[in-house]
């Protein structure tokens, strides 16, 4: 069965994983791992030991760049963090694409943060989002882009977006 996994990168962000038949609570999620080894352990874990293509592992990262008036050390980690995230996901044979934030909150119908509106508000906003469609879901700031990410991911490969479902 396709595991669909989205990927919010930073130390603050999270993964979270859903299949096809993932319904309320059954959405699995997780903190962004601290270091390199657990990241590589949880990906892996994500990678059955075998399957075929229809059935293979499918990935959305989150597509993120610099932004003004970020420090240059936190963004090398940041970048670092990053490229970590896409190697272990090629490591454990886990295709994946990119995605901006705009593209996978406005298939959701999530109006983009004002300039009025504070981070926090923002992703409570988000947060309700996420709670919304996993009702049953231990539902945090941490892992709720994560999860959206995923049910995106989802969805964009079960034909959701083509008028299909």
């Known amino acids: ?3 669909y996994i989205g990927i919010d990168p930073g130390m603050s962000g999270g993964i979270a994983s859903l299949t096809p ?3 309320e609570g059954a ?3 997780y903190n962004m791992p601290k270091t390199e080894n657990d990241l590589w352990h949880l990906i892996d874990s994500m990678s059955p030991d075998s399957y075929d293509y229809d059935s ?3 990935a959305i990262i989150e597509k993120v760049h610099s932004m003004p008036g970020q420090g240059v050390a936190s963004m090398f980690k940041f970048g670092m963090g990053y490229g970590q995230l896409r190697m272990a996901l090629v490591s454990a044979s886990i295709s994946f694409e990119t995605v901006t934030p705009r ?3 406005k298939a959701f119908g999530i109006i983009p943060r004002a300039k009025t509106e504070s981070k926090t508000d923002f992703k409570n906003r988000l947060k309700a989002k996420a709670q919304e469609l996993f009702p049953k879901a231990n539902m945090t700031l941490a892992v709720c882009d994560a999860v959206l990410i995923a ?3 989802r969805r964009l490969h079960s034909g959701y977006f083509g ?3």
Do not use: F, L, S
């Open 1 to 3: 069965m396709t595991r």
């Open 21 to 23: 038949d993932t319904v």
């Open 27 to 29: 959405i699995t999620t």
């Open 56 to 58: 293979a592992p499918k």
């Open 103 to 105: 593209t996978w909150q």
């Open 151 to 153: 049910e995106y991911c």
């Open 163 to 165: 008028g299909n479902k």
